[in-house]
């Protein structure tokens, strides 16, 4: 199947510095991008969609100057997390949809911040 | 989209068939019903999706009832790896759809 990757896998970083967590879609070109994170035990929680060439699209709660996110091309998009804080550690991972759709969303291995 | 009841937990022997229900009474027509799994400390691997027939491939079945009401999703040997969160996801049809994940099953399979 379609490979996303993220990068890095981990990241641990001090309060009030901001983070770049990157998802690439390797084998495809993906016009859209989503953004998620979960908290331990809990289920995944959209944070965004991200269009290529475009702004993102926000889920309501999400506040989109601390969760900055770009997708400069159809194999990239990135999510910085800044002026994070301990509240912020977390695991967040990227899905990509494929241009060529068959209804497949794939999911990157995710990256777990923890904030000090 | 529409919610999704799945049961919190379920075990399985290891080697018989696992069956997960999932209950999606408020589905809409343009629907598709999505199941994925989650390993702990991973990202969600897709298993297969279906909007109205049944649906087979290399990981799993997905039987869908006439009414679409709910659904199945069947691994038909479990293994020891297959221990994982399963989530089943109502999503409408289009590239940029969202997927929203619901708080899916824990599914053990016991030695």
């Known amino acids: 199947g379609a490979v996303v990757s993220q990068h890095p896998s981990r990241v641990i970083c001090k309060s009030g510095t901001s983070v770049k967590i990157e998802c690439r879609s390797l084998d495809f070109q993906a016009t859209t991008m989503f953004w998620y994170r979960q908290f331990p035990k809990q289920s995944l929680m959209l944070m965004a969609t991200?269009?290529?060439?475009?702004?993102?699209?926000?889920e309501q709660g999400v506040e989109k100057d601390k969760f900055l996110i770009n997708h400069a091309s159809l194999t990239l998009s990135t999510l910085t997390v800044t002026s994070a804080h301990p509240e912020d550690s977390s695991f967040y991972i990227c899905s990509a949809v494929n241009l060529l759709f068959t209804g497949e969303l794939f999911f990157g291995e995710g990256s777990r911040l923890t904030v000090l | 989209d529409a919610k999704t009841t799945q049961p919190p937990s379920m075990d399985c022997a290891e080697g018989r068939a696992a069956n997960l229900p999932c209950n999606h009474s408020t589905i809409s027509g343009n629907e598709y019903v999505y199941w994925y799994r989650q390993i702990h400390s991973q990202g969600p691997q897709y298993i297969i999706h279906g909007l109205k027939n049944n649906e087979t491939n290399e990981m799993a079945s997905l039987i869908i009832t006439e009414d679409r009401k709910s659904s199945t999703l069947i691994l038909p040997h479990a293994t020891l790896r297959d221990t994982a969160v399963y989530y089943c996801i109502v999503r409408s049809g289009g590239a940029t759809n969202k997927l929203i994940f619901g708080t899916g099953t824990l599914l053990a399979v016991q030695p």
């Open positions: 991200s269009n290529e060439g475009s702004k993102a699209t926000y």
